[in-house]
Structure formats: C-alpha cells, structure tokens
C-alpha cells in the first residue's frame, strides 16, 4: 500500500487495515497506572467504581488485536494490583475490584502470557490459600478473584519443596487437626472442577501443575484420577450439571496428560481411554465436550507413542535459488547421506512398536474431521498431524489412505472440509510426501 494513502478517488481494498488502526506502544500506560492508584478512593461508592471498571476496560479492549504491546507494563500492572491484594487493610470489596482488573488485563493478552509473571514465593503460598479458602464458590459477582487465586496458586504450586514442610504441627490451636497443605490444594481444585463459571479453567490449570510435582505424583496422583473417572462415569452430558462435571473433569485431564511426563501418565492411559470409549462424547450435542474430547484423545495418542521426529518427513530445500546451485556440487554427498539416514529410519521403525491404543485414538480423531462444528474438526486436524508425526512409516501411510476417504461424493462438506484441514497440517509438518502427492489420489482433491 503506498504510505501516503490512497489517492482521491481511488478506493482503499476493502480487507486493507488502515494505518490509523494501527497502535504503535501502550500510549495509556499513565492512565492505567493513576486508574489503578485511585481504586481505594473508588470502591466504596458503586457509580465511581463501575466508571472506573468501564474505562480500563475501555482502554483494554483497544489492544485486543495487538496485546503484545502491554508486555512491557504486564508486570508493573500486576505488582501495583497485587500491592493492594497483600495489603491486610484493605476491604475485601477492594481486593475483589484488584483481581478484577487483573482478570480484565489476561482477557486481553492470555494467561498463559501472563502465567509466569505472578509472584510464586514460599511466603505466597498460605496466604493464598487462606483467601481462596475465604471465597464463596457459587457467589456470582466475585468469580474473578476466584478464578485469579486459582492461576496465581497453580505458579506457587511449583516451588521447589515438598510441601510436608509446610504443615509443621498439624494440631492447631484450638486442639483442631489442620488439613495437611497438600491436601488442602487438591481439595481447592476438586471444588472448583465442577463449578460453572470460569474458575473452572483455571483449575484445570492449576491440576496440570500441582498433580505432575514428584510428591504429589507419588501419593495423589492414581487417587486423583479415580476421582476424575468416577465423576466422569456417573455425570450425564444430556443435564446441565452433567455438562458442567463432565467439562472440567475433560478439561482436568486434558491438561494433565498435556503437561505431564510420559513416563507418569502412561500407566493410566489405556483405563482413561476406556472411560472416554464409554462417555460417547461424540453423540453429545455440547460442542465444547465433543472439542474437549478431541483434545484429550490426542494427548492420549501422543502419550501412547514415543516423542521422536519421523526421519522419514519431507526435507523441503533451500529456498535461495543461489544455495541450490551450489548445493548442486555436493549432490552425491548428500544421496550417500540420504540413503545412510533412510536406513537408520527402517531399523528404528522396526524396533518401534505402536500400541494397540493407537488404533482406536486415530479412528476417533477421523469421526472427528466429519463433525459439524468447525473447532471440532479443527482440533482434529491437529491431532492427526502430532500423532501421525510420530508414526513409522507404513502407519502413517495408512492414516493418509483412511484420510483420504473423507473426499468420498458420499460424504458431506464437514467431512470434506475436515480432510482438508487434516491434510494442510500434515502438509505443514512434512509428513505428505511427494510419493503421495504423485500418485494422483491427492490430485484429485
């Protein structure tokens, strides 16, 4: 587009951005910082507070399109906010207001972005606790708090401790027995696992980093699953509570075996696959669950076959047409290359051998490709391409010759459309060959 703009009478393309829309730094920094200074003078009055909340969020909203301009001033916003949270005196109206503009500022930009920047000291961790123990869980107009307290806990959660030496004398005061600190977090995340608000997320979050930690992996972990496979047995998607279990129990999972070591939660794989057999989300008419599901069928896959690189993938050459020329000269080296490495590649597929699980996790993601929503199939596609990535070579020929049956005249646009998303993310990891590609069946989509 020419800098200046386009000439009188000559229209602008229609999809073009305007130079206009285009924001260059965070230029409210001052005000967010003042808006942020003056919420102690703002709270107790409901006028000023909702004034106060509509323009942040005003100014938030701005950056919706381009959040990475608020990583500069991420962490100062968090610390003055957190400031005001730490602060004994201050009214739990007050606080509430904090975490809401903190929950306003990772709308924008993302948790996980804005994940790491919470401070996760030892000296964190029981205050933290104590509030999130304070906390109403089906109070409606405080669920931000909530839902940050759970983010900020799943970061403490990873201090290098066994958290043992936290519970010290486990007789409190009172003569009471104290909840051991272990026990008290898993407690925190089952509660909010099946609530319906958005801390529901975040505790799925914060059961991907708590569950994965060696002590808690060696005591909790079998437990915890049962947990979760039980309530996922007993919950029917066909009921709005039913929905609201079965979506954080998914969500817990897929997460866990997202962030876990494969060693940890390959042991549990097959029963987790079992369940999710007999959940037949795919029937179900919630399209998050279906999603769900899809996500949690490839991180099953993924858990069952080993994280390796296929040797056998497409090696696209040098885009630079002068490096290819030169390159010419050393064509011999690299054939004998070629052929050394293409032999390495038969004897590790050899002495690979794919589970029996595999099988049912690539026929679920293929129903997938034909669902009726976009982000199911979407996701799908996905997992065709990571798991197909880690097969031998003859398998993940078979996956593409089952793929290729969705460009069947007897099936249906979703299904076209899903095969063509699974198809552009195999083509984007090397894993369509030319071979493939040549021999006409791909030509004829």
Request: net charge negative; with cysteine; proline share 4%.
């Amino acid at each position: 587009m020419d800098p200046a703009g386009p000439e009188e009478g000559e229209e602008r393309e229609p999809g073009a951005v305007s130079e206009r829309g285009v924001l260059e730094s965070f230029t409210e920094s001052r005000e967010v910082a003042e808006l942020i200074a003056n919420l102690g003078g703002v709270f107790g009055e409901l006028v000023t507070r909702e004034m106060a909340v509509e323009r942040f969020v005003g100014i938030m909203d701005k950056y919706q399109e381009q959040p990475h301009l608020l990583d500069r001033h991420l962490e100062g916003m968090m610390n003055s906010l957190l400031d005001i949270v730490r602060d004994k005196g201050s009214p739990p109206a007050l606080v509430h207001l904090a975490f809401k503009f903190l929950y306003i500022i990772t709308k924008v930009r993302g948790y996980k972005r804005f994940l790491p920047l919470f401070p996760h000291e030892v000296r964190d961790l029981q205050p933290v606790l104590d509030l999130l123990a304070e906390q109403n869980p089906r109070d409606s107009e405080t669920w931000e708090t909530r839902y940050m307290l759970l983010l900020w806990l799943s970061m403490i959660c990873l201090i290098p401790f066994d958290l043992a030496r936290f519970d010290g004398n486990l007789v409190s005061e009172g003569g009471k027995a104290r909840q051991p600190t272990m026990d008290r977090i898993l407690e925190m995340a089952k509660c909010y696992l099946v609530v319906s608000d958005k801390a529901r997320d975040a505790a799925a979050v914060l059961v991907s980093k708590f569950i994965v930690r060696p002590d808690v992996r060696q005591s909790r972990m079998a437990e915890f699953l049962d947990w979760v496979l039980s309530m996922l047995s007993k919950s029917s998607s066909q009921t709005m509570e039913g929905t609201v279990i079965v979506n954080g129990m998914l969500q817990a999972l897929a997460q866990l075996f997202k962030h876990g070591k494969r060693e940890d939660c390959l042991p549990y794989a097959v029963t987790v696959l079992e369940c999710l057999d007999k959940c037949k989300l795919s029937e179900s008419n919630q399209m998050v669950l279906r999603k769900l599901g899809m996500k949690l069928v490839q991180r099953l896959g993924l858990t069952f076959v080993k994280p390796k690189v296929a040797k056998w993938r497409y090696q696209r050459g040098c885009r630079s047409l002068a490096a290819n020329l030169q390159a010419q000269g050393a064509v011999v080296q690299n054939q004998k290359r070629e052929a050394a490495a293409a032999a390495e590649a038969d004897d590790d597929d050899e002495e690979y051998d794919i589970p029996a699980e595999i099988e049912n996790v690539v026929e679920q993601l293929l129903v997938g490709l034909k669902d009726k929503d976009t982000i199911v199939r979407w996701s799908a596609a996905k997992g065709i391409g990571r798991i197909t990535g880690r097969l031998p070579k003859e398998l993940a020929d078979d996956v593409i010759g089952s793929l290729l049956d969705c460009f069947s005249f007897q099936e249906t646009d979703n299904a076209w459309h899903g095969g063509c998303l699974a198809l552009a993310e195999l083509g984007r990891r090397g894993l369509l060959l030319p071979s493939r590609i040549s021999d006409g069946e791909l030509e004829s989509v």
